[in-house]
């Protein structure tokens, strides 16, 4: 599991830097490997920036898919 979302920082990364976070994972783990997760804690964010880091979150994850698809 990659954690790739800094939940005691309020400001919601962008797809990019989740992005960067889980590629730096990929120098150790093959990628069919990687479960992309937040750091533990969530549910002491407000639900808007939980949400909002989530969804970063996903984005993130399809950025990549889409680079290793090719």
């Known amino acids: 599991m990659v ?6 920082d309020m400001t919601v ?6 992005a960067d ?3 730096r994972a990929l120098k150790f783990v093959a990628p ?5 997760a937040p750091d533990c804690g969530m549910k002491y964010l407000p639900r808007e920036v939980a949400d909002a880091k989530m969804r970063a979150m996903v984005e993130g994850a399809k950025l990549l898919r889409a680079e290793y698809a090719k």
């Open 3 to 8: 954690g790739c979302i800094d939940l005691s």
């Open 32 to 36: 069919e490997n990687v479960i992309v």
């Open 21 to 23: 976070c889980i590629r």
């Open 13 to 18: 990364e962008t797809p990019q830097k989740v």
